[in-house]
T-cell receptor, first 113, second 115 residues
Framework: DVKVTQSSRYLVKRTGEKVFLECVQD?????MFWYRQDPGLGLRLIYF???????EKGDIPEGYSVSREKKERFSLILESASTNQTSMYLC????????????FGSGTRLTVV | AQKVTQAQTEISVVEKEDVTLDCVYE???????LFWYKQPPSGELVFLIR??????QNEISGRYSWNFQKSTSSFNFTITASQVVDSAVYFC????????????FGQGTELSVKP
C-alpha cells in the first residue's frame, strides 16, 4: 500500500522553538509539497520540491524552510515557531507533471503556545 | 490568474438527500486538469476524480457524479442519496501546464450529512 507518512499527528511547541515536520513517501515520487490548512483559507502551498536538493517557494514561505536530502524525505522547518503558525500541515507527493494529482499524508496538527 | 472558488463554505443535508458542491475555476491555459479530493474527519485527503480540459464528458461513479462545463468554468460534484459517511470537507483543485503538477485548491466545502 503506497503511502505518505508524516511523523507526528499532533505536536505542541513553544514560541521561539525550532520545529521539524517530517514527511516520507515510498512511491519513488519526484515531487513533494508542503501545505498548511486553515479554516476558510483552504490549502496554501508553503514549499515544494521537484528533486533532491531542489526547492521552490510556494505562496506563503515566510517563516519556513525545507530540506530534501533524499528523494523519499521532505522536511518542513519552522525556524522560530510563532503562534500564527498554529495550523494543520499537510505533506503530499506526486509522480510529476500536471495530470497526476497528489497522494497526501494524514497531516500534522501543530499548536504553538 | 489561476484560481479555484468554492463558494459554499458549509452545507448541511439530511441523509438520502442529493447535494451538489460547486467549483468554479479560472485559468488562461487551454491545457489543465481538475480534481476533487475528500477530507474525512481523520484528516487525510483522498483523491476522488481527475478530469483534463479536453474531456468534457460527465462522469458517474456509484452515488458520485461530476459535471464539467468549460463554458461556465465549472466542475461541480453531486452526491446522490447522501449518507452519513459522506460527511467531510471536499476540495476542488486545478493544475495547469508547466507548473510541475502543483495544485491550486479551493477553500473547501464542509458537508454535514445528518441521519
Amino acid at each position: 500500500d503506497v503511502k505518505v507518512t508524516q511523523s507526528s499527528r499532533y505536536l505542541v511547541k513553544r514560541t521561539g522553538e525550532k520545529v521539524f515536520l517530517e514527511c516520507v513517501q515510498d512511491m519513488d515520487h519526484e515531487n513533494m509539497f508542503w501545505y498548511r490548512q486553515d479554516p476558510g483559507l483552504g490549502l496554501r502551498l508553503i514549499y515544494f520540491s521537484y528533486d533532491v536538493k531542489m526547492k521552490e517557494k510556494g505562496d506563503i514561505p515566510e517563516g519556513y524552510s525545507v530540506s530534501r536530502e533524499k528523494k523519499e524525505r521532505f522536511s518542513l522547518i519552522l525556524e522560530s515557531a510563532s503562534t500564527n503558525q498554529t495550523s494543520m500541515y499537510l505533506c503530499a507527493s506526486s509522480l510529476g507533471g500536471e495530470g497526476y494529482g497528489y497522494t497526501f499524508g494524514s497531516g500534522t496538527r501543530l499548536t504553538v503556545v | 490568474a489561476q484560481k479555484v472558488t468554492q463558494a459554499q463554505t458549509e452545507i448541511s443535508v439530511v441523509e438520502k438527500e442529493d447535494v451538489t458542491l460547486d467549483c468554479v475555476y479560472e485559468t488562461r491555459d487551454t491545457t489543465y486538469y481538475l480534481f476533487w479530493y475528500k477530507q474525512p474527519p481523520s484528516g487525510e485527503l483522498v483523491f476522488l476524480i481527475r478530469r483534463n480540459s479536453f474531456d468534457e464528458q460527465n462522469e458517474i461513479s456509484g452515488r458520485y457524479s461530476w459535471n464539467f462545463q468549460k463554458s461556465t468554468s465549472s466542475f461541480n460534484f453531486t452526491i446522490t442519496a447522501s449518507q452519513v459517511v459522506d460527511s467531510a470537507v471536499y476540495f476542488c483543485a486545478l493544475s495547469y501546464y508547466n507548473q510541475g503538477g502543483k495544485l491550486i485548491f479551493g477553500q473547501g466545502t464542509e458537508l454535514s450529512v445528518k441521519p
